[in-house]
Nanobody
């Protein structure tokens, strides 16, 4: 599966953005997926994941209550709604999908497909 994240840009603190991750090559309907980010000089950070059927989600403490992950299997697209953005949310955002089917989470040790990132800049 090929993944492409888009929807990044410049937003003021307190603002919102919705990132999308379009998948091609196969359906994502039976794949757990997730979002990560990497800020300059920092390691890649897990943000959120969603089970293959969308029934369960999990979030990093840094974004819990502000970000919402969802997937639309009909559109073969993963989303990340980001609200109450802070300057420390500035990073390149990446989407990923599990190589394995029917996972309840995007486990850290699972092999993953990775998409190209999209830059989010939070600044006034």
């Amino acid at each position: 599966v090929q993944l492409q994240a888009y929807g990044g840009g410049l937003v003021q603190p307190g603002g919102s953005l919705r990132l999308s991750c379009a998948a091609s090559g196969r359906t994502i309907s039976n794949l757990a997926m997730g979002w990560f980010r990497q800020a300059p000089g920092k390691e890649r950070e897990f943000l959120a994941d969603i089970s293959w059927n969308g029934a369960s989600t999990s979030y990093a403490d840094s974004v819990k209550g502000r970000f919402t992950i969802s997937k639309d299997n009909d559109k073969n697209t993963l989303y990340l709604q980001m609200n109450s953005l802070k300057p420390e949310d500035t990073a390149v955002y990446y989407c990923a999908a599990s190589v394995y089917q029917y996972r309840s989470r995007l486990y850290a040790d699972d092999r993953k497909y990775w998409g190209k990132g999209t830059l989010v800049t939070v600044s006034s």
